[in-house]
């Protein structure tokens, strides 16, 4: 590449597209993230998976359980 000058500026376009492309993916991956915790309360970034930290909600009945996991212990 650095031989031919014809090739300098596409290829310099190439890893401009690539950094942007990226970065959409990025931008995408942020979008989901937000969508998941607002919609179902899951906190999905850095590879945390678990439900906010309230240990309380409240059931369609208007009445407040204490959420717990699944092997029945209560949230830390």
């Known amino acids: ?7 300098i500026e596409p290829g310099i376009n190439l890893i401009l597209i690539s950094r ?3 970065r959409v993916g990025d931008h995408a991956t942020n979008i989901a ?13 850095h590879g945390s998976a678990g439900l906010i ?10 009445a407040m359980v204490e959420r ?9």
């Open 20 to 22: 942007h492309l990226e």
């Open 33 to 45: 993230e937000d969508v998941i915790f607002i919609v179902e309360a899951r906190d999905v970034r």
């Open 53 to 62: 930290s309230t240990p309380h909600e409240v059931t369609d009945s208007g």
């Open 68 to 76: 717990r996991r699944a092997d029945g212990s209560p949230p830390v």
């Open 1 to 7: 590449m650095l031989g031919d000058s014809a090739t």
